[in-house]
């Protein structure tokens, strides 16, 4: 009876330390969210990033959250992607809605990372959220979009490396993002290190699904000393130390 008397406590205080831990990493989630979403500009650490200068495009990038985005730069966002995958949605069993999109992209907690040339022409825009996703702090990015014309020029992946240096910096534990199945661009990020994350849900005998969640964990995200580019190259030269961010982990 002793015996099995110490095994009940010992499972009710290994009970109770998980459950604390748990509340524990939850408040820690949502002060990490808490924060980022406090923030007046998530690029400023990184002003290096504020340019992008390769393969013939001369662009300058800047972050901001929907509430202080021109409403002609949230129509234009709504059209590129419109444009570009209205098709793929439409063949999917999402399907498009105008309405819902823009609903989407107007949240009140959304933040958009713009590309825009120097004479003045939008180039690409990320559609990204600090979010919790499972309980956990993520930086989700919801559309990451360019202009046919600057498709494969690396602008794209220069995007999604600035985001991942904000979300490394932003204490959060990784970067997700949804993708449609039938879109072949979605190649894209897993060249990038982006896996099937493990709330992406998998097809069966009764449902097969047109979309899978991808994922980046912290510690494989991109260093901001690891990123290569004539932009971030050049803007070393011109500070005095050079950029680092370490991991938190």
Not at 130 to 142: A, N, P, S, T
Request: proline letters at 3%.
């Amino acid at each position: 009876f002793i015996m099995e008397r110490k095994t009940e406590v010992h499972a009710s205080n290994r009970q109770l330390a998980k459950k604390k831990k748990g509340k524990f990493r939850r408040r820690r989630a949502i002060t990490a969210v808490t924060q980022a979403n406090g923030l007046e500009d998530p690029l400023a650490p990184f002003p290096y990033f504020r340019k992008y200068n390769n393969s013939g495009i001369n662009a300058s990038l800047f972050v901001k959250r929907v509430t202080d985005l021109d409403d002609i730069v949230l129509q234009w966002a709504f059209n590129l992607i419109k444009c570009n995958l209205k098709e793929k949605y439409e063949q999917s069993s999402w399907g498009w809605n105008d309405e819902e999109k823009m609903t989407e992209l107007s949240d009140k907690n959304a933040w958009y990372l713009i590309a825009k040339e120097e004479k003045g022409d939008m180039l690409g825009f990320s559609h990204f959220r600090f979010d919790l996703d499972q309980g956990i702090e993520v930086l989700y990015c919801y559309e990451l979009q360019l202009v046919p014309t600057t498709r494969g020029k690396g602008l794209g992946k220069y995007m999604m490396q600035i985001l991942e240096a904000i979300a490394l910096v932003n204490n959060m534990r990784k970067v997700v993002l949804t993708v449609l199945k039938n879109n072949p661009c979605s190649v894209f990020f897993k060249l990038m290190g982006y896996k099937i994350d493990e709330s992406s849900p998998e097809d069966d005998e009764k449902e097969c699904f047109s979309y899978e969640i991808l994922s980046k964990a912290k510690k494989h995200l991109t260093r901001v000393d690891k990123i290569p580019g004539r932009a971030v190259e050049e803007s070393w030269k011109s500070t005095s130390t050079k950029p680092v961010v370490k991991s938190l982990t």
